[in-house]
């Protein structure tokens, strides 16, 4: 097969015989004719009979959403928020006393997590309690590679906040903002050591996905977390969430890790976690509020339908001197509501506590013998341990 080219074309074209010109006119003006004809007949057909006195489209008109306005278009303030609250971020490594192969016993590094500095004055790290917690030796690594042995401030499982301490000068603190102002679509960074110290202060951008997310696992039910499709891997927990502004708006604590699923990384709202950072740096433990009474967690809505009973929280023991004794409740109830909100699981019973604090008296529905029964319950203070 050969190829042709210009020169070739215009031989084979010049050996075909050309009509005349008057031909070629008649015929066109006879297949135009035809052709308007044809359209006219067909075009009801194809479209639809339209009635005559159609009104006149025109885009645009109408409520529309308000448009974009972009400041800085050539800007890149991700680069200054990494630049900004960098230096705030450390990474934290937990060692634990494990057996060796050879006999004996030392520390072996269980995990690493990240952390960021509230407090260059009394060195005061926040983090998230499941990256401490165990730990016989915590070290913490600084932006300018000094390392530091911290001790642990305090600690709390059901908020999963911990607050730790080192003695180093010249330290940078993170900016703390108002989480309960971030709106959804609103862009953010994380930074954090995923994986450990060899991708210390990692930088990922993304936008806040969604707000007020309940996850039924423990710590972080107690919070409306914030979630994001900013990158969340091992080791990002307990480093910052931070807004444009280079602000910490959350704590990054936990992602969805379900086969097929992406982006979906979740952070303790900072503005709910101050009261629980400020106590565990003054009191060492947070006051959670309780009516004494031992929950069992095998209870779920699943074993609770094939008994015919509802879901909720499955109360297996009773302080005798407690405030849930003292209102008639007993070993065997199930607690189905606080204040009127319906509770499934133990989980989402801490979740609703954590709204209200020791010494509120709150209304607590429970089911027993096929009944529900509401009464009046004084919260105590409970330490978690």
Known sequence: MGYYDQNDYSDYSSKRQRPGLFATLALALISALIGGLISVALVPSLYGNQPGGGKEVILGQ??????????????????????????????????QSQGRIFGGAGLTEAGTGS??????????????YHVV?????????????????????????????????????????????????????????????????????????G????????????????????????AINPGNSGGPLVNYNGQVVGINSAKNAEAGFEGMGFAIPITDAIPVIEQLIAKGYFSHPGFL??????????????????????????????PAAQAGIQAGDVLVKIEGVTVRSSLELTHELFKFKPGDTVTVTYYRNGQNTDVQVKLVEIIAN
């Open 207 to 230: 936008v806040v996905s969604a707000k007020n997310r309940i996850l039924l696992i423990e710590g972080e039910s107690s919070f409306n977390l914030i979630q994001t499709d900013a």
């Open 133 to 205: 917690a165990n730990a016989s030796k915590l070290m913490v690594s600084l932006a300018d590679g000094r390392n530091a042995e911290a001790t642990l401030v305090g600690q709390d499982p059901r908020t999963d906040l911990a607050v730790l301490k080192i003695t180093a000068d010249g330290l940078t603190v993170a900016q703390l903002g108002n989480s309960e102002q971030v709106q959804v679509g609103e862009p953010v960074v994380a930074i954090g050591n995923p994986g450990g110290e060899e991708f210390a202060r990692s930088v990922t951008q």
């Open 115 to 128: 952390g960021f500095i509230i407090d260059a004055q009394y060195g005061y790290i926040v983090t998230n």
């Open 62 to 95: 109408g409520s529309s959403a308000p448009p974009v306005t972009i400041t800085q278009p050539t800007g890149f303030p991700t680069v200054e928020v990494a630049k900004a609250v960098g230096p705030a971020v450390v990474g934290i490594a937990n060692f």
């Open 293 to 322: 009474v031992s929950i069992d967690t095998r209870y779920t809505p699943e074993w609770a339908a094939q008994r015919g009973w509802p879901a909720g929280a499955y109360i297996s023991n009773v302080d005798p001197s407690g």
